[in-house]
């Protein structure tokens, strides 16, 4: 019997939080049956993960390395790589989470029980004390409330989430790269799935820990996040609509969203202001930031979040 389960790790220079990730990993591959393998793809042109992935080679964990920069092409060679091994599922983590105990097998569980396209599990968030005051105020890091066990949901992050390889394949879909730099091909790829009318499953048993580090735990880096959230939405959203007459719709009710949330943040500054309520200043800042986003989508601008500074080139 071939591998049903596939475990992909996208990586980009992280060989530290990587091999945390392996460890962990290793430990749950044996929670299912037959066990799963473990797949690296390495998003280094020079492959740089090699060495921690091929330090644990023979216990069950393969390396590929994807030359395209971007998100969506290193998930998409997983795809690739999972089906060429016979795998029936692909389980996508981040390099810098830790899996909890039971994680994997909860996934699996709720995939196999329900008959679900897609599965997703919860990302919580770890600070480092000590935390900024505004860092603190805004509840950025704060778990999203109200997803419940076994629930559905429209769309899901690749943080923590299992696919139905048959089922994508079936529907023709893949991650779209023109969202690889941008961010979004996740959000993009799980709204595709769900408007085909497929499924994805919360399971709220298969926890990750997401270690913040100092750098994202500031509130400049929360304010770009939301604005380039808000920007990929709407590209997103204009993406998914068919045809002229629905793409104006489309358009018309983001223009809208994006309006809403620039006032209301601004009036939530104004309310801030006169009653000096931090956590009122922080949710005005983020609106400001998302509203703005949004609007920038519906122009047509985009974020490249996750593009790579042009290499030093010495001489003329």
């Known amino acids: 019997m071939g591998t049903p389960v596939v475990v992909a790790v996208a990586t980009y220079r992280r060989p530290l939080q990587l091999a945390a990730l392996l460890d962990a990993l ?6 299912v049956r037959p066990p799963a393998r473990v797949l690296v793809v390495d998003n280094d042109p020079d492959g740089g993960a090699r060495a921690v992935a091929e330090a644990v080679a ?7 390395r994807e030359p395209r920069p ?13 089906a060429d091994v016979g795998a029936r599922a692909v389980v996508f983590v981040d390099d810098d989470e830790v899996p909890q105990p039971g994680w994997l097998a909860a996934l699996v569980a709720m995939w196999e029980r329900t008959g679900a396209d897609a599965v997703a599990g919860p990302s919580r968030k770890v600070l480092a004390p000590p935390v900024d005051a505004w860092v ?20 899901a992050a690749t943080h923590n989430l299992l696919f139905d390889l048959d089922r994508l394949r079936d529907r023709g879909l893949r991650f779209d790269e023109r969202f690889g730099l941008t961010g979004g091909e996740d959000t ?26 100092p750098q994202r735990a500031t509130r400049a880096w929360v304010l770009a996040r939301e604005h380039r959230t808000g920007c990929t939405w709407s590209a997103v959203h204009l993406t998914l609509a068919h045809g002229v007459r629905a793409g104006a719709v489309v358009r018309l009710h983001l223009t809208a969203l994006g309006a809403a949330l620039v006032v209301r943040g601004g009036v ?24 703005t986003g949004v609007l920038r989508g519906v122009a047509g601008g985009e974020v490249e979040e996750y593009a790579r500074p042009e290499p030093v080139r010495s001489g003329r």
């Open 188 to 213: 993009m790829l799980t709204h595709a799935l769900t408007a085909a009318g497929g499924t994805i499953r919360w399971c709220e048993d298969a926890l990750v820990l997401d270690p913040v580090p």
């Open 136 to 155: 603190r105020a805004s509840g950025f890091f704060l778990p999203r409330p109200g997803r419940t066990h076994g629930a559905t949901v429209p769309a």
């Open 26 to 31: 290793l430990r749950q591959v044996d929670d």
């Open 58 to 64: 023979g216990l069950g964990i393969d390396y590929v």
């Open 268 to 291: 939530l500054r104004l309310v801030a202001a006169a009653s000096r309520s931090d956590v009122t200043r922080a949710r005005g800042d983020r609106d400001v930031a998302r509203g």
């Open 70 to 82: 971007g998100l969506a092409a290193v998930r998409n060679r997983a795809l690739d790589a999972a």
